[in-house]
């Protein structure tokens, strides 16, 4: 059993679209907790296309113990959490459960320093958990490689000392995913996009169930 959190305190960074599509990758054994009260992964799923569950438990519906009860209580191998793109209770609870927080990071110059803060939480919560738990991966996110920004993300976050992921490039299948009510493996199967995200989860996998 391995919980991985999507987490960044920015918002649109691909958050969303990674949880929804690292569950599509890790399915039929994962459950995703849409733990932001904007319900970007719900809405996902109300075409009812996505081959796992999706949890909708914003923290703000209920107390931490609650909802960290309900959590915890879930039963397939892999739990997947979207956060909100804010400090707030649901990112502390989380980072104090998971075993590995995903960062997605957007190729922009407020994006990458919008990650120190996210390095910092992830810290805090190892040091409250005496553990090196939660790990951590860092994923270029959106990235456009005809850009000087896009080409120097990787080597920008390799500078935190922590794991960078498979990149994930900017490509329209993921937001017609979105629109289709689909992950981007029933989507598009067997696109470069695909290809992608399975790369990332298989490090994801292996990283949460070290
Ligand atoms: N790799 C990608 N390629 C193209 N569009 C993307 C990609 N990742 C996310 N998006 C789009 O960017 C916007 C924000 O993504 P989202 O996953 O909702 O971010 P967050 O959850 O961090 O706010 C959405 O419109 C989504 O479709
Ligand atoms: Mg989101």
Same mark, same amino acid.
């Given at each position: &059993?391995?919980? !991985?959190?999507?987490a960044?305190?920015?918002?649109?960074?691909?958050?969303s679209?990674?949880?929804?599509? !690292?569950?599509?990758?890790?399915?039929?054994?994962? #459950?995703?907790?849409?733990?932001?009260?904007?319900?970007?992964?719900?809405?996902?799923?109300?075409?009812? *296309?996505?081959?796992?569950?999706? &949890? =909708? =438990?914003?923290?703000?519906?209920?107390?931490?113990?609650?909802?960290?009860?309900?959590?915890?209580?879930?039963?397939?191998? @892999? #739990?997947?959490?979207?956060?909100?793109? &804010?400090?707030?209770?649901? #990112?502390? /609870?989380?980072?104090? !459960?998971?075993?590995?927080?995903?960062? %997605?990071?957007?190729?922009?110059?407020?994006?990458? +320093? =919008?990650?120190?803060? /996210?390095?910092?939480?992830?810290?805090?919560?190892?040091?409250?958990?005496?553990?090196?738990?939660?790990?951590?991966? $860092?994923?270029?996110?959106?990235?456009?490689?005809?850009?000087?920004?896009?080409?120097?993300?990787?080597?920008? $976050? @390799?500078?935190?000392?922590? %794991?960078?992921?498979?990149?994930?490039? *900017? +490509?329209?299948? @993921?937001?017609?995913?979105? #629109?289709?009510? *689909?992950?981007?493996?029933?989507?598009a199967?067997?696109?470069?996009? @695909?290809?992608?995200? +399975?790369?990332?989860?298989?490090?994801?996998?292996? !990283? /949460?169930?070290?």
């Amino acid at each position: &059993m391995a919980i !991985i959190a999507l987490a960044n305190l920015k918002g649109g960074v691909g958050k969303s679209t990674l949880a929804v599509n !690292i569950s599509g990758a890790l399915a039929p054994n994962v #459950t995703l907790v849409d733990a932001d009260p904007q319900g970007t992964a719900a809405a996902w799923a109300e075409e009812g *296309q996505l081959p796992f569950d999706v &949890m =909708a =438990a914003p923290l703000s519906d209920s107390a931490v113990t609650a909802w960290l009860d309900r959590v915890l209580a879930i039963e397939t191998e @892999h #739990t997947v959490i979207d956060l909100p793109p &804010m400090l707030g209770e649901a #990112t502390t /609870a989380a980072l104090a !459960i998971c075993d590995l927080a995903v960062v %997605p990071v957007s190729p922009s110059g407020a994006d990458i +320093r =919008a990650t120190n803060g /996210a390095i910092e939480l992830i810290e805090k919560a190892r040091t409250a958990r005496k553990s090196d738990k939660p790990r951590a991966l $860092l994923v270029p996110s959106k990235v456009d490689r005809r850009t000087a920004a896009g080409a120097e993300i990787e080597a920008a $976050l @390799h500078g935190y000392g922590e %794991p960078v992921g498979p990149s994930i490039a *900017q +490509r329209i299948a @993921h937001a017609d995913a979105f #629109t289709a009510g *689909q992950w981007i493996g029933d989507f598009a199967k067997g696109s470069a996009g @695909h290809s992608e995200i +399975r790369a990332l989860a298989s490090v994801v996998k292996k !990283i /949460a169930e070290r």
